[in-house]
Nanobody, 122 residues
Framework: QVQLVESGGGLVQAGGSLRLSCAASERTFSNYAVGWFRQAPGLEREFVAAISWKGGSTNFANSVKGRFAISRDNAKNTVYLQMNSLKPEDTAVYYC???????????????WGQGTQVTVSS
């Protein structure tokens, strides 16, 4: 069982930046790929970005390519999502999740955090 806790969400103006963190207490966290997903009201949860267990491979949704970056510090059991040039359409609850590969499908991730709200004002 891997317990994940997201933090770093908040309210930001369009064009601004936020950095989300996904922390785990288990040392085995470093054995998992980690994905970030988001869910806006009335919409399905969607893939944002993912990083492999060593950090050597990343994957991004087309909507965030060039604006978001994902990284991890396995010594701190933490994965980061750096979000730049934020747009109002980035407003959502952001979740991190762990899996054995950098999947883009929600159903392939076994462990999930509780989410953190990101609101981008125009």
């Amino acid at each position: 069982q891997v317990q994940l806790v997201e933090s770093g969400g908040g309210l930001v103006q369009a064009g601004g930046s936020l950095r989300l963190s996904c922390a785990a207490s288990e040392r085995t966290f470093s054995n998992y790929a980690v994905g970030w997903f988001r869910q806006a009201p009335g919409l399905e949860r969607e893939f944002v970005a993912a990083i492999s267990w060593k950090g050597g491979s990343t994957n991004f949704a087309n909507s965030v390519k060039g604006r978001f970056a994902i990284s991890r510090d396995n010594a701190k059991n933490t994965v980061y999502l750096q979000m730049n040039s934020l747009k109002p359409e980035d407003t959502a609850v952001y979740y991190c999740a762990a899996a054995d590969f950098t999947y883009t499908r929600v159903s392939l991730y076994a462990y999930w955090g509780q989410g953190t709200q990101v609101t981008v004002s125009s």
